[in-house]
T-cell receptor, first 114, second 116 residues
């Protein structure tokens, strides 16, 4: 089944404890992206990647890191999480040549930072 | 910068009522416009899209027309169902010389609840 998977789906952690949220897609998509969703603010883009080894900042990149070493994976790294990073995170991918068009979203990761 | 503004929610309707969710945009290039839908507990999924002025996107009874003169992309459905209850997001992806710039800008979302 073609899909975008995220792990974990739920995570409760403490301030300063490094964590990684994994994202994987099995559709051979070139474009991948991370968003956070907060009440009243909609979705805001954190980072995106047009292809392997190519990443760029979105609207809210502070406090996050990403890497794109292989086409299927795009992990989101929080080196030192803080409570203001408590949010619902979505990974998305897009078919070759589509850029930011028609994105396929994962199921989301709900992160709570205490 | 590029941005999307959509009507505040929540919107509550009875089954078979007419739905309009307003969306306007600001963009420096030639954007493509989208409506995404998020059902409870799920990720977003593309509902419909339009890539140039006067295009009409349609899917599952929903429609939206790309109006460049009013910079709008309002979502409409003639007869809503309980199963349409979800959050709806308007979005734009800017283009330059035919290629996308890698950014997708979302509105804040509109919660729709349909009662039987």
């Amino acid at each position: 089944e073609a899909q975008v998977t995220q792990n974990p789906r739920y995570l409760i952690t403490v301030t300063g404890k490094k964590l990684t949220v994994t994202c994987s897609q099995n559709m051979n998509h070139e474009y991948m992206s991370w968003y956070r969703q907060d009440p009243g603010l909609g979705l805001r883009q954190i980072y995106y990647s047009m292809n392997v080894e190519v990443t760029d900042k979105g609207d809210v990149p502070e406090g996050y890191k990403v890497s794109r070493k292989e086409k299927r994976n795009f992990p989101l790294i929080l080196e030192s999480p803080s409570p203001n990073q408590t949010s619902l995170y979505f990974c998305a991918s897009s078919p070759p040549g589509q850029g930011a068009f028609e994105q396929f979203f994962g199921p989301g990761t709900r992160l709570t930072v205490l | 910068g590029d941005s999307v503004t959509q009507m505040e929610g929540p919107v509550t309707l009875s089954e078979e009522a007419f739905l309009t969710i307003n969306c306007t945009y600001t963009a420096t290039g030639y954007p493509s416009l989208f409506w995404y839908v998020q059902y409870p507990g799920e990720g977003l999924q593309l509902l419909l899209k339009a890539t140039k002025a006067d295009d009409k996107g349609s899917n599952k009874g929903f429609e939206a027309t790309y109006r460049k003169e009013t910079t709008s992309f309002h979502l409409e459905k003639g007869s809503v169902q309980v199963s349409d209850s979800a959050v709806y997001f308007c979005a734009l992806s800017d283009q330059w010389r035919g290629s996308t710039l890698g950014r997708l800008y979302f509105g804040r979302g509109t919660q729709l609840t349909v009662w039987p």
